[in-house]
């Protein structure tokens, strides 16, 4: 079974800090990763896919296979990067429905 | 920049009575989804829908739910009788491509079931 893993629920840094927030998956076959954000009172969206292997508001994320991770990170956090973060796991590239992990709530501190 | 649109942003029901869920996906998707948020909990996939049929549904999505796209705008979820534990945010997405999934999320519904 499928099953994506964020330890952390809540992560509070200071500005100017460096963020990780971690994410771990179980999957056999391989899979696409990706980090989807909501920001306060607006919707889930995509922040950034690991296919795409790009920089998304600073943010970048590599998938590890051997570590089974795929954890997100900023050198500089910013304040209006506080939010709620989700790693999201697809079983294959095409239509399939995305699994989840429970999100951690980065708090970032002026 | 077009957004997938869900009504209404609340619905309170009584415990047994049916709700309908809708959603207005990205005009040129194909490919529709609902999932579900209980508080506190994980995002989780109840439903995907393509080409006028149920292409994959989780073991949440039992006989009590149904989805439909009555027309070539709408898509919608009915809950025929809610249950208490079906008190959620209910999200609709949707994806253009098959080869590239990303997924648009809507605002979402939250039921509150009493």
């Known amino acids: 079974a499928q099953r994506v893993t964020q330890p952390e629920k809540l992560l509070s840094v200071f500005k100017g800090a460096p963020v990780e927030l971690k994410c771990n998956y179980s999957y056999s076959g391989s899979p696409e990763l990706f980090w989807y954000v909501q920001y306060s009172r607006q919707r889930l969206q995509l922040l950034l896919r690991?296919?795409s292997r790009e920089s998304i508001k600073g943010f970048t994320a590599d998938l590890n296979k051997g570590e089974t991770s795929f954890h997100l990170k900023k050198p500089f956090a910013q304040e209006e990067d506080s939010a709620m973060y989700y790693c999201?796991?697809?079983?294959?590239?095409?239509?399939?429905?995305?699994?989840f992990g429970k999100g951690t709530r980065l708090s970032v501190i002026a | 920049e077009p957004e997938v649109t869900q009504t209404p942003s609340h619905q309170v029901t009584q415990m047994g009575q049916e709700v309908i869920l809708r959603c207005v996906p990205i005009s040129n998707h194909l490919y529709f989804y609902w999932y579900r948020q209980i508080l506190g909990q994980k995002v989780e996939f109840l439903v995907s829908?393509?080409?006028?049929?149920?292409?994959?549904k989780s073991e949440i999505f039992d006989d009590q739910f149904s989805v439909e796209r009555p027309d070539g705008s709408n898509f919608t979820l009915k809950i025929r009788s809610t249950k208490l534990e079906d008190s959620a945010m209910y999200f609709c997405?949707?994806?253009?491509?098959?080869?590239?999934?990303?997924?648009?999320f809507g605002a979402g519904t939250r039921l509150s079931v009493l």
């Open positions: 690991h296919i």
């Open positions: 997405a949707s994806s253009r491509s098959a080869s590239k999934n990303i997924q648009y």
């Open positions: 829908f393509y080409n006028n049929e149920i292409s994959e």
């Open positions: 999201a796991l697809s079983p294959n590239s095409g239509n399939t429905p995305l699994v």
